[in-house]
C-alpha cells in the first residue's frame, strides 16, 4: 500500500511540477528577452524531460541503475507509440519537413549512438560525457541555425515557445519555477522509491518498473502538452516537442545519469526493449516523411503497438 501511494503522489508531483517548472522558465526567459527560438529549442525541449532526467538521477544515487535506464527507454518509447498515438487520435498531427529533416536526424543519430553505448555495458563515465557533449553541439548548431531568416524549424520552436502559456509576472513566473522544481524533485523521489519497493515486493525486476509504470510518470507533462497541442489545432508543436524529449532523453539524460556512476544495463533491456524503442523511431520518421504528418489511423496503430508491448512487458514479468 505503501508503495503504491509513493509512487501515486511521484506521479501526480511530476505531472504537476513538469507543466509549472517549463511555463515559470518560459516567463523568466521572456522577461529576460531571451530569443524565442531559443526558448523553443531549449528550454520547452529540455523542460519536457525534467522528470525524466530527475527520476533517472535520483535512481541512480539509490542504486537502482535499472529503473535508471528503464526510464529513458522506457519513455521514449511511450513519447512516440502512446502520446503521439493519443494525439494523432485527437487530431492528425502534422510534420514540418524542414524541422524533420534536421532534429529526426538528430533523433535517428541519438538513438542510435545511446543503443551502441548500451551495449558496452557497464556505460563508462567518459562514454556519458561524450553523449552530453553531442546533446550541446545539436543546441549550439540549431540555435544557429534557427536564427537564419524565414528557417521554418525555428518557426516551430518559436511556436513551442509560445503554447505554454507562460506567466507574464515575473513574481508569478518565479513562482511558478519554484514550486515546479520544488514538485518534480520530490516527486522523482516519491516514484522511484515506491518503484524499487514494488519492485522488491512483487518481485519485478527493476528494469520492468522502470519501463512501465515509472517511464509513463515521467512522460506526463508531453502526454499532457500533447493533448492540449492536439485539440488547440497545433500538431506541429506535439510532434516537435516529442522529438524534442527523444533527444534529450537519449542523449542528455542516458550521459547525466552514467556521469554520476557507469550504468550496468540489464539483460532484457539490451535483447529486447532498445530494439522496442529503435523501431518505435524508425515508424515515427517513416510516417512523417512519407505523409509529412501522422494521421488517425497511423496513430490508432501506434497507440495498439504501445497496448501489445505494455502487455508483452507485464507477461514478461
Do not use: C
Not at 111 to 140: D, N
Amino acid at each position: 500500500m505503501m508503495a503504491a501511494l509513493l509512487i501515486l503522489g511521484g506521479i501526480a508531483l511530476l505531472a504537476f511540477g513538469g507543466d509549472a517548472l517549463v511555463r515559470g522558465a518560459v516567463g523568466i526567459a521572456n522577461k529576460l528577452n531571451l530569443s524565442p527560438m531559443f526558448v523553443g529549442l531549449v528550454l520547452v525541449g529540455f523542460g519536457t524531460s525534467v522528470p525524466e532526467l530527475s527520476a533517472s538521477l535520483q535512481a541512480q544515487f539509490s542504486g537502482a541503475t535499472d529503473v535508471a535506464v528503464g526510464n529513458v527507454v522506457g519513455s521514449n518509447t511511450a513519447n512516440i507509440l502512446l502520446i503521439l498515438g493519443v494525439g494523432a487520435l485527437i487530431r492528425p498531427i502534422l510534420a514540418v519537413r524542414e524541422a524533420l529533416l534536421r532534429d529526426g536526424l538528430a533523433l535517428g543519430l541519438a538513438t542510435s549512438a545511446a543503443i551502441l553505448f548500451l551495449f558496452y555495458s557497464p556505460l563508462p563515465i567518459g562514454w556519458g560525457a561524450l553523449l552530453v557533449g553531442g546533446l550541446l553541439l545539436y543546441v549550439l548548431l540549431s540555435y544557429v541555425l534557427d536564427r537564419r531568416r524565414g528557417d521554418k524549424a525555428g518557426a516551430l520552436h518559436e511556436a513551442e515557445a509560445a503554447s505554454t502559456n507562460a506567466p507574464e509576472n515575473w513574481v508569478l513566473a518565479a513562482g511558478f519555477f519554484v514550486a515546479g522544481l520544488t514538485g518534480v524533485l520530490l516527486g522523482a523521489r516519491f516514484l522511484v522509491s515506491g518503484a524499487v519497493t514494488l519492485a522488491e515486493n512483487a518481485q519485478i525486476s527493476e528494469a520492468v518498473i522502470g519501463l512501465t509504470i515509472v517511464a509513463f510518470g515521467t512522460s506526463l507533462p508531453e502526454l499532457a502538452a500533447t493533448i492540449a497541442a492536439a485539440i488547440r489545432r497545433q500538431g506541429d508543436v506535439a510532434f516537435g516537442n516529442v522529438i524534442g524529449s527523444n533527444i534529450f532523453n537519449a542523449a542528455g539524460i542516458l550521459g547525466a545519469a552514467a556521469l554520476v556512476s557507469p550504468l550496468d544495463v540489464a539483460d532484457r533491456v539490451l535483447r529486447e526493449d532498445v530494439w522496442v524503442m529503435l523501431a518505435a523511431t524508425a515508424m515515427l520518421i517513416l510516417f512523417a516523411f512519407t505523409g509529412q504528418r501522422i494521421d488517425r489511423r497511423e496513430g490508432a496503430l501506434l497507440l495498439g503497438l504501445y497496448g501489445a508491448y505494455i502487455v508483452w512487458l507485464a507477461a514478461s514479468a
